[in-house]
């Protein structure tokens, strides 16, 4: 019976998936692109989850410069602070997180912003610094644009879908052919040589191919490409009812710091201003479940009494209201507009801004939960990104996945030097085996949702079609 059923089934059989000698190839050249790209990543990843306390620890001794005694009014510490860089204009002002503090005045001149830090009690400029060029702003275009920008996003973006093709390949690699945790599940710690950089690379990754995606997904709205094309969509479809608080690509440090970095419609041109959105200040209802009524009541007190308006007024109450940290305070756009409170933490499920009048008055708070769905889910994972989602335990988590890559990576970068040959890349040969329906299904629709992995495998397929005949040929005649 199962011979007949077997001589029954027609000669030509397409494969669903390729074999293993393809697995390989595809797995070594995309690794060999990615590798070094997934280095930097890892490291300064490493770097920004601990952003805050490095800044911190950046700014110490201007903080303890400060002198001692009541503070000199805000709006006069802005004053010195547009004093210290001519021709500027107040873009925002960052509130202390501690008691004696320098204050941080973000002041806008052209295309650029210097952070001036204020003396609050003698009004002295204690330093003053190019937004740009701080450590975090450093780390954080060193991660997603390679310093160089849009192209540097594009070419990040594109890493960040190959390794998606490296996790893949490497997982199926990776399943278990024979029983046992060793070489599986558990590297095998006292073996020595081959075997010792092969779990350590294939263990390694798999433990961490899960956190691994859910990282680069949620890095891909900072992408240019992507993340472009995603929020094209969503305005299209009319669901993106709020401004984004993240990064596209390269955009104005200025509009960074105004809350509005992905505006549509932005001048990207130097020197330009951003064209932000004008508030609504005619909003009767205020969101009293962003934080206690007694906050809000002691708020709206506060813009009720008779004091001057403007900064003075607006950081009372932004005071009051006591926003998780870093807060910035942004002034109106035009003449009549309102002013803008809002809290800059990394955590982006506690974020909160607020609409102030010029008196202090609390128009309007949003909080996270009123912003739409495809915001709130890439808020989460931003944060997650970030390590700053639940805690201690997701910096942790990220610090091991990052520690794991580099380790992973090293020992694949050990495994191919070993047997690589002097001059010789020594690739894994090409399978005679066609790729089979269900991996170009899987490609298909991975090319589909990545552009920048679609367009290079169309190109890798075209190249191969045309170009790989005469390669064969010049190699048989050589």
Same mark, same amino acid.
């Given at each position: 019976?199962?011979?007949?059923?077997?001589?029954?089934?027609?000669?030509?059989?397409?494969?669903?998936?390729?074999?293993?000698?393809?697995?390989?190839?595809?797995?070594?050249?995309?690794?060999?692109?990615?590798?070094?790209?997934?280095?930097?990543?890892?490291?300064?990843?490493?770097?920004?989850?601990?952003?805050?306390?490095?800044?911190?620890?950046?700014?110490?001794?201007?903080?303890?410069?400060?002198?001692?005694?009541?503070?000199?009014?805000?709006?006069?510490?802005?004053?010195?602070?547009?004093?210290?860089?001519?021709?500027?204009?107040?873009?925002?002002?960052?509130?202390?997180?501690?008691?004696?503090?320098?204050?941080?005045?973000?002041?806008?001149?052209?295309?650029?912003?210097?952070?001036?830090?204020?003396?609050?009690?003698?009004?002295?400029?204690?330093?003053?610094?190019?937004?740009?060029?701080?450590?975090?702003?450093?780390?954080?275009?060193?991660?997603?644009?390679?310093?160089?920008?849009?192209?540097?996003?594009?070419?990040?973006?594109?890493?960040?879908?190959?390794?998606?093709?490296?996790?893949?390949?490497?997982?199926?690699?990776?399943?278990?052919?024979?029983?046992?945790?060793?070489?599986?599940?558990?590297?095998?710690?006292?073996?020595?040589?081959?075997?010792?950089?092969?779990?350590?690379?294939?263990?390694?990754?798999?433990?961490?191919?899960?956190?691994?995606?859910?990282?680069?997904?949620?890095?891909?709205?900072?992408?240019?490409?992507?993340?472009?094309?995603?929020?094209?969509?969503?305005?299209?479809?009319?669901?993106?009812?709020?401004?984004?608080?993240?990064?596209?690509?390269?955009?104005?440090?200025?509009?960074?710091?105004?809350?509005?970095?992905?505006?549509?419609?932005?001048?990207?041109?130097?020197?330009?201003?951003?064209?932000?959105?004008?508030?609504?200040?005619?909003?009767?209802?205020?969101?009293?479940?962003?934080?206690?009524?007694?906050?809000?009541?002691?708020?709206?007190?506060?813009?009720?009494?008779? +004091? @001057?308006?403007? &900064? #003075? =007024?607006?950081?009372?109450?932004? !005071?009051?209201?006591?926003?998780? *940290?870093?807060?910035?305070?942004?002034?109106?756009?035009?003449?009549?507009?309102?002013?803008?409170?809002?809290?800059?933490?990394?955590?982006?499920?506690?974020?909160?801004?607020?609409?102030?009048?010029?008196?202090?008055?609390?128009?309007?708070?949003?909080?996270?939960?009123?912003?739409?769905?495809?915001?709130?889910?890439?808020?989460?994972?931003?944060?997650?990104?970030?390590?700053?989602?639940?805690?201690?335990?997701?910096?942790?988590?990220?610090?091991?996945?990052?520690?794991?890559?580099?380790?992973?990576?090293?020992?694949?970068?050990?495994?191919?030097?070993?047997?690589? +040959? @002097?001059?010789? &890349? #020594? =690739?894994?040969?090409?399978?005679? !085996?066609?790729?089979?329906?269900? *991996?170009?299904?899987?490609?298909?629709?991975?090319?589909?949702?990545?552009?920048?992995?679609?367009?290079?495998?169309?190109?890798?397929?075209?190249?191969?079609?045309?170009?790989?005949?005469?390669?064969?040929?010049?190699?048989?005649?050589?």
């Amino acid at each position: 019976m199962t011979r007949l059923f077997r001589s029954s089934r027609p000669a030509f059989h397409r494969p669903v998936w390729p074999d293993r000698a393809m697995l390989w190839r595809w797995h070594f050249f995309a690794g060999l692109f990615c590798l070094p790209f997934v280095i930097v990543l890892c490291v300064t990843g490493s770097l920004y989850l601990f952003k805050p306390q490095i800044e911190t620890w950046l700014d110490r001794d201007i903080d303890r410069a400060v002198a001692e005694g009541p503070p000199r009014s805000v709006s006069a510490q802005r004053d010195a602070a547009l004093s210290a860089v001519p021709g500027g204009h107040f873009l925002a002002l960052e509130m202390p997180a501690r008691k004696r503090q320098a204050t941080r005045v973000l002041v806008a001149h052209g295309a650029d912003v210097t952070r001036v830090y204020i003396d609050p009690v003698t009004l002295r400029v204690m330093a003053r610094r190019d937004e740009q060029t701080r450590f975090e702003r450093l780390v954080f275009r060193l991660h997603g644009q390679l310093l160089i920008g849009n192209p540097g996003s594009a070419i990040m973006e594109m890493v960040a879908s190959w390794t998606l093709v490296l996790i893949v390949t490497g997982l199926m690699l990776w399943w278990p052919r024979r029983p046992g945790v060793g070489g599986t599940v558990l590297p095998r710690l006292g073996a020595k040589g081959r075997v010792f950089w092969r779990d350590l690379h294939a263990v390694g990754g798999m433990w961490i191919s899960l956190a691994l995606i859910l990282f680069l997904v949620s890095g891909l709205p900072w992408s240019f490409v992507w993340g472009s094309s995603f929020s094209a969509v969503e305005r299209r479809i009319g669901r993106l009812v709020s401004v984004q608080d993240w990064e596209i690509g390269a955009v104005p440090i200025a509009a960074t710091l105004s809350g509005h970095a992905t505006m549509p419609g932005m001048d990207m041109e130097a020197g330009a201003q951003p064209a932000l959105p004008r508030p609504a200040i005619s909003r009767p209802a205020i969101s009293r479940s962003v934080i206690s009524r007694a906050a809000i009541s002691r708020a709206e007190m506060s813009g009720a009494a008779m +004091r @001057p308006e403007g &900064l #003075d =007024a607006v950081y009372e109450t932004a !005071r009051h209201l006591a926003f998780p *940290a870093p807060v910035l305070v942004t002034p109106p756009v035009g003449e009549g507009e309102a002013w803008h409170i809002r809290s800059d933490t990394q955590n982006r499920p506690e974020r909160i801004e607020a609409s102030v009048t010029a008196q202090g008055q609390v128009i309007h708070i949003t909080r996270f939960a009123e912003k739409s769905l495809t915001d709130r889910l890439i808020g989460y994972g931003v944060a997650f990104h970030e390590g700053h989602l639940f805690g201690v335990l997701n910096l942790f988590l990220n610090l091991c996945v990052a520690l794991l890559l580099t380790l992973a990576s090293m020992a694949a970068l050990m495994l191919w030097l070993r047997r690589r +040959r @002097p001059g010789h &890349l #020594d =690739a894994p040969g090409a399978s005679p !085996r066609r790729i089979g329906w269900g *991996a170009l299904a899987v490609m298909g629709v991975m090319g589909g949702l990545l552009p920048e992995l679609g367009i290079s495998l169309l190109l890798l397929a075209l190249a191969g079609r045309f170009l790989g005949p005469r390669f064969s040929a010049l190699r048989q005649k050589g």
